[in-house]
């Protein structure tokens, strides 16, 4: 069975202090790993897709990687702003279904 | 381009009444997915759906739950005779036909069973 674990579940960070997401996966041949920002009350936004490992996407203070176990959401200097919960996801084999991780609540201290 | 469109997107219902949740998917996208959300936890797949079929329902309950995708018109979460661990956030995404794309959400229901 494919499992997406995220780690940690909850991270408090001071504005400014860089930090890293984890999102490890276990699935039969990956076809895309996805990462979502959350805030209470909305819909997921679509961040990032990465496909292999090696792979790198940059966004303002964000950046995602790729290996063949697991994924990073470094966040760079962050911001009040950035408070929400990161959502990763992944494709695998021949299925459409994106199967979620649970999830890692940030909080950044102004 | 409008995004994934959800409505309602509050909806009280007492026990034992039926609730109907709509989703308009992005243009182009022929391929949406439902998910339900509960508090602290994660997002959890029920349906997935394209144009008059049925593709996968594997996370959705046998019993009260239906979906559909017509031809024309949104897509529809159906959920009959409500009890109050229906309660949840709603979630719809859609995405093109192709495998390996992203899946773009909806701003959600969020129901609430009284």
């Known amino acids: 069975e494919d499992q997406v674990t995220q780690s940690p579940e909850a991270l408090r960070l001071q504005e400014g202090e860089s930090s890293s997401l984890n999102c490890s996966y276990t699935?039969?041949?990956?076809?895309?790993l996805f990462w979502y920002r959350q805030d209470p009350g909305k819909g997921p936004e679509f961040l990032f897709t990465?496909?292999?490992a090696g792979e790198e996407k940059e966004k303002e203070r964000l950046k995602a990687t790729l290996t063949k176990k697991e994924s990073f959401l470094h966040i760079t200097a962050p911001k009040p702003e950035d408070s929400a919960t990161y959502l990763c996801?992944?494709?695998?084999?021949?299925?459409?279904?994106?199967?979620f991780g649970r999830g890692t609540s940030l909080i950044v201290h102004p | 381009n409008a995004g994934v469109m959800q409505n309602p997107r509050h909806l009280v219902r007492r026990r034992g009444q039926e609730a109907r949740l709509r989703c308009s998917p992005m243009?182009?996208?022929?391929?949406v997915y439902w998910y339900r959300q509960l508090p602290e936890e994660g997002l959890k797949f029920m349906v997935y759906?394209?144009?008059?079929?049925?593709?996968?329902e594997s996370g959705m309950p046998k019993e009260r739950f239906s979906a559909e995708f017509p031809k024309e018109g949104p897509s529809i979460l159906r959920i009959q005779q409500v009890v109050r661990g229906d309660s949840a956030a709603y979630f719809c995404?859609?995405?093109?036909?192709?495998?390996?794309?992203?899946?773009?959400f909806g701003q959600g229901t969020r129901l609430t069973v009284v």
């Open positions: 699935v039969s041949g990956l076809r895309g």
């Open positions: 243009k182009g996208h022929s391929h």
């Open positions: 995404a859609s995405s093109p036909p192709y495998l390996n794309t992203e899946a773009f």
């Open positions: 996801a992944v494709r695998a084999g021949g299925s459409y279904i994106p199967t």
């Open positions: 759906l394209q144009k008059e079929n049925i593709i996968d």
């Open positions: 990465l496909y292999s």
